[in-house]
């Protein structure tokens, strides 16, 4: 009975009765040769062991007055918490990768040079292969066939199958071992027929530009041989006067103008310069176009004006002019040959 009442057992609304707490306890202090009395030492803490065997569903009411027994709330969203861990991996490797780029450029220009290069036509190549997958699926949705599509995507496709089959060759010439020393150095040697355009350098793509550029002007003559001999089939007189006062002015380095061929449009609907027509030694000539690479801004937009309303003028029928318009008005552009004089 004596025993009993040096207990006191609290009780608490809503949780687990606490364990019996002695009022006094006896410890030994340095110094002493008798016990002293004092408060109990807790060696525990009351409130997190009672909410600790409390139910995980369990949630006191807001007016309850036993707030120190409120359960902690559980986080249960691990998708969230995936979530920012990705991200904030991704932000401290930008970070890195930032901090590790300064480093090269300050401490490595010229390989600073070629690995920004690299990165550069990796994620350009890579962009390249997302727009073609969508040209593809676009394709295969619609049922539309490669010739039907618009010009740019037709150029796109082909230019990345040629880009494509490169890093194939790449790829299968550096499986034996020690083969990748030969890759660099064909990579050295032959840049502009093994590279893919995209880790070309700046000066290497002015370079090789003009190297394609040359190749496409090289079936120019052809085709205005075949539109000579192509005058005396035009049975309109008048035509046929036309066309040799426009070809004299093409042989004699004068650039025709947009009245010069816009008269002879209907020419090119009927036999012999329409599409079906036209022999194949006349279609050598797939890429067609103005080099840009040496022209001042202002002589690209005079193009681009004069191409936009040239284009505008005709009709589906008279296409054949379109294609032949880029020879004759790209032979003697002004811009280019005040360049060349240059």
């Not at 006191?60 to 991200?87: F, G, I, Q, Y």
């Not at 290069?117 to 699926?137: E, H």
């Not at 193009?303 to 008005?329: D, G, I, P, R």
């Amino acid at each position: 009975m004596a025993l009993s009442r040096l207990y006191k057992r609290p009780v608490s609304l809503g949780c687990a009765p606490a364990p019996p707490e002695p009022l006094f306890s006896l410890r030994l202090q340095p110094g002493r040769r008798s016990p002293a009395w004092g408060p109990p030492r807790l060696f525990f803490r009351p409130r997190l062991l009672r909410s600790a065997r409390r139910p995980v569903g369990f949630a006191p009411r807001a007016n309850s007055t036993s707030s120190p027994c409120r359960p902690r709330r559980l986080h249960l969203s691990p998708r969230e918490d995936v979530k920012s861990l990705v991200s904030s991996f991704v932000a401290k490797t930008k970070v890195v990768n930032e901090k590790y780029n300064r480093f090269l450029e300050r401490r490595f220009p010229r390989f600073y040079v070629m690995y920004s290069i690299f990165v550069k036509g990796f994620q350009m190549l890579l962009a390249d292969a997302k727009k073609a997958r969508r040209i593809k699926t676009f394709m295969r949705q619609k049922k539309v066939m490669f010739h039907q599509l618009s010009y740019r995507d037709m150029e796109h496709l082909r230019q990345f199958r040629q880009d494509v089959v490169k890093c194939l060759f790449l790829g299968i010439i550096s499986i034996p071992p020690f083969a990748n020393y030969l890759v660099f150095l064909l990579m050295y040697l032959y840049p502009r027929q093994v590279l893919v355009h995209h880790f070309w350098t700046s000066k290497q793509q002015v370079e090789f530009l003009d190297i394609y550029h040359a190749q496409r002007k090289q079936s120019h003559p052809k085709i205005l041989s075949c539109l000579e001999k192509a005058i005396p089939l035009i049975p309109n007189p008048v035509h046929q006067w036309h066309f040799t006062q426009l070809y004299a002015k093409v042989q004699n380095g004068n650039p025709p103008g947009i009245n010069d061929l816009l008269p002879l449009k209907t020419c090119f609907s009927v036999y012999p310069l329409a599409i079906s027509h036209l022999s194949t030694a006349h279609l050598a000539c797939y890429l067609r176009g103005l080099d840009s690479t040496h022209l001042a801004e202002d002589w690209c937009r005079f193009w681009l004006a004069q191409w936009l309303y040239f284009s505008c003028s005709l009709k589906n029928t008279e296409m054949s002019l379109l294609l032949h318009a880029v020879v004759l008005l790209s032979t003697n552009y002004p811009g280019r040959r005040h360049l060349e004089s240059c």
